[in-house]
């Protein structure tokens, strides 16, 4: 009996231990999103992905606040920056996988140009397997500097 309440504290507990003990789940944090200096030009919007027990595929990040998004990647080849189209991303099982400056990010068009500092901003990322998580951003302007 002794034994049973014990596990069941831990139980209890576990999600306050947080770190390595805690069974992984897909999951997205971490969102921001930076305005264009120029207004009509896109903003781009940044989060890290964290793969659960299982592979998942990231199909797309959409947000009701811009007409149209897209997910790219930044390639850099010597002096040399262009960006790519993505059409998924694979999330490999136990992983995270960052959009960050310089790398991937989404490419958000037609922002609503209500939408400033410290606006609600929410985005919706939905995976091939039909999960959809919901995730607010913090916005920025384009000057700010990034989180962290
Ligand atoms: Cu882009």
């Known amino acids: 009996m002794r034994i049973v309440l014990a596990l069941g504290l831990m139980a ?3 999600p306050l231990l947080g770190g390595c003990e805690k069974p992984r789940e897909l999951s997205v944090d971490g969102a921001w999103v930076r ?3 120029v207004p009509g030009r896109p903003a781009a919007g940044y989060f890290t992905v964290h793969g659960g027990p299982a592979p998942a595929t990231l199909i797309s990040v959409t947000t009701d606040v811009a007409i149209k998004s897209e997910m790219h990647e930044t390639m850099t080849k010597g002096s040399m920056s262009q960006m790519t189209p993505l059409q998924r991303v694979e999330i490999p099982a136990n992983t995270d996988i960052a959009f960050k400056p310089g790398g991937r990010h989404v490419m958000l068009f037609s922002v609503n140009p209500g939408i400033k500092r410290g606006s609600e901003f929410t985005f919706t990322f939905s ?3 039909g999960t959809r998580i919901l995730r ?3 916005v920025i302007e ?4 990034g989180p962290k």
């Open 12 to 14: 209890a507990l576990a």
């Open 35 to 37: 305005l264009a200096a």
């Open 127 to 129: 995976f091939a397997d």
């Open 136 to 138: 607010n951003a913090d």
């Open 142 to 145: 384009a000057g700010d500097p």
